[in-house]
């Protein structure tokens, strides 16, 4: 395991976060805060490892076939291992009662359009294929767009997942009334009837022979994230089976608001001019992701980047280097990230340098830490060169340009 002092630093921090005035998580056994704690610490060490796998990926240049393939392959791995961590730790905030929404008027069928565009390999890969049957009427939802998406997810790969190749998943979304209701359907495996009562709690799975030959990820946690999500959206979820063999059907019930007019927020119609030069100072004492960071950059164009590993190194570059974009760890040696993100700030020149954090901690505190110490973008590692490109055409950014010439 992965072990520095700078880590301690920020890890601290994060379980110095007591949720203020949150009733649910006061109530909290401690056991849970010591799952929740060992689970963050497991997500950060493990988005590391991950940050190097995804950024070599990225860095490939296939020349045949094969190579493509492999680009592909380790890309699919990275993101199975990214997805693990990430309900990991949202399993272990969802027993602490830390688990947050931010909910807002969403067309629901975008999010399943997205969804489905997610799952496509998946389902490819088995063989599989999805009928999606979407009602025409308005299905907007007051929800948090990446949970509402999380739920989606996790009942379609499930779908596929313990289904047979050939076999079909159906998707239906309909409005009832009041409700919006999503239908995932398969033609799989089935459930015992035995599990159906327990289904949704935490680790709860079948031990039927044909259910552990399709052991491909499994961890227990998917069905139980998805009660915690939908219920918080004052929902429902409820899930039939004939039992062994004759597939399965979850339905999930969510209150319908009404559809909201809003600008399209379409990033095709940003500027792709991915050819501007940027100053960019890349901050983290890992050599290795500094590596990484500097060279996903360099693949992006012709930026004159340089680099510091720790705080102090950082300030003295900018005296020299006045960085348009600065892109750093949170968990530096000597002084934290926070306190480099306040330092670049009383820089008059530094006052509108796009302050960007590159972190394993995903903690919501820390996130809000982070935004008043000035940092502009909060990102979870592992970086891809698609998270640098929205970095790099962020509207944030490019306002600012325009309003400094
Ligand atoms: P995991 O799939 O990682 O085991 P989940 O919480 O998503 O965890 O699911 C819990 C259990 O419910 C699974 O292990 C499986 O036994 C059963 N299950 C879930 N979805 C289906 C499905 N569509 N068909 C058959 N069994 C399912």
Redesign the pocket.
């Known amino acids: 395991m992965i072990h520095d002092q700078s880590d301690e630093r920020i890890r601290h921090s994060t379980q110095d976060h007591s949720p203020s005035g949150d009733s649910a998580a006061e109530a909290a056994s401690g056991a849970d805060q010591q799952l929740l704690r060992v689970c963050s610490v497991l997500a950060h060490e493990l988005r590391n490892p991950l940050n190097v796998i995804q950024a070599s990926a990225d860095m490939m240049n296939p020349k045949s076939d094969a190579e493509l393939h492999l680009q592909s392959s380790l890309r699919n791995q990275v993101e199975r291992m990214t997805h693990l961590v990430d309900d990991l730790l949202d399993m272990s905030r969802s027993t602490s009662g830390k688990f947050q929404l931010r909910c807002e008027p969403v067309d629901l069928k975008v999010i399943v359009q997205s969804a489905v565009q997610n799952m496509s390999s998946m389902l490819t890969s088995h063989q599989q294929s999805l009928e999606l049957l979407i009602d025409d009427q308005p299905c907007w939802v007051n929800a948090d767009a990446y949970r509402v998406s999380q739920v989606l997810i ?1 009942l379609l790969s ?2 596929s ?2 289904s047979g190749e050939g076999t079909q998943v159906r998707l239906e979304v309909s409005r009832q009334n009041a409700l919006i209701e999503i239908r995932v359907i ?1 033609e ?4 015992e009837p035995d ?1 159906l009562p327990d ?1 949704f709690d935490f680790f ?3 031990t039927s022979r044909v ?1 552990l030959e399709h052991r491909e ?8 994230l998805v009660k915690s999500i939908v219920e918080m959206h004052d929902g429902s979820v409820q899930v039939r ?1 004939g039992g062994p063999g004759c597939g ?1 059907e ?1 339905v999930v019930r969510v209150p319908a608001c009404e559809p909201v007019d809003r600008p399209s927020n379409n990033t095709n119609e940003l500027s792709m001019d991915m050819q501007r030069s940027y100053r960019v100072l890349v901050v983290d004492d890992r050599r290795d992701n500094e590596f990484i960071v500097r060279s996903l950059v360099a693949k992006l164009g012709e930026h004159d980047v340089r680099s510091a590993h720790n705080g102090s190194a950082a300030i003295a570059a900018l005296e020299s280097f006045v960085p348009e974009i600065v892109i750093m760890d949170l968990g530096l040696p000597d002084i934290t990230g926070l306190e480099l993100a306040r330092e670049i700030r009383k820089i008059d020149a530094c006052r509108e340098t796009f302050l960007v954090a590159l972190t394993g901690y995903d903690d919501n505190r820390l996130r809000q830490e982070a935004s008043s110490a000035g940092i502009d973008l909060y990102r979870l590692k592992p970086v891809s060169i698609d998270m640098l490109k929205e970095v790099f055409l962020h509207p944030q950014l490019m306002n600012r340009e325009l309003m400094t010439g």
């Open positions: 996790n499930n779908a997942k313990y398969d799989g495996i089935g459930i599990l289904i709860a799975q079948s259910s990820g499994r961890l227990g946690i998917g069905l139980g089976s399965s979850f």
